[in-house]
């Protein structure tokens, strides 16, 4: 801080002297900090695609996502312990369908319905109590945590008055 005042010195980035911590230093060892792990995620998906119209006022959009989620976490926990390491892997079909009624060409109505998922943070699925935040209790990981699947909906009033002018409820 500046001597003899309130207010914080600020140093900028040049003139800012970095120290590393070692590696074995930031979080202890291996030996005796389970948060210390290595996790791999990998994401593959494909989607497809329709959309017809019934009339002028009526049209309809629908699709399917298929995702295949693998993951995989090696965590530093003593190899007799339950969720040491885990390979999980899933696959989700996540459809979506959107119907519109145009009341003229500035105004329509849309509703939606499309299912997603919520993954887990990779520490919330490794066994190690957390003790590290401000707060009054401690966090431990769940291995067997799943992914959420959520269905989303939505109604929605659209005015287009002009141009780029745009109203949505």
Excluded at 60 to 87: F, I, M, W
Excluded at 121 to 143: C, K, R, V
């Amino acid at each position: 801080t500046d001597p003899g005042s309130n207010y914080e010195k600020f140093i900028s980035i040049p003139d800012s002297k970095f120290t590393f911590i070692p590696a074995n230093a930031a979080l202890g060892n291996a030996n005796g900090n389970a948060g210390i792990y290595h996790f791999n995620e990998n994401v593959g998906a494909g989607y497809g695609q329709f959309r017809y119209a019934f009339s002028k006022k009526w049209e309809v959009v629908g699709g399917l996502r298929v995702e295949h989620t693998g993951q995989d976490y090696t965590s530093s926990l003593p190899a007799n312990v339950e969720g040491k390491s885990a390979s999980i892997n899933y696959i989700d079909y996540l459809p979506s369908l959107q119907a519109k009624y145009s009341f003229d060409e500035k105004k329509a109505l849309r509703f939606a319905w499309f299912k997603s998922i919520c993954r887990p943070a990779y520490a919330d699925m490794i066994l190690f109590e957390d003790n590290s935040s401000n707060e009054s209790y401690t966090t431990t990981g769940d291995p067997y945590l799943q992914h959420t699947r959520i269905d989303n909906f939505d109604l929605r009033y659209e005015i287009f008055p002009k141009g780029l002018d745009e109203l949505m409820v």
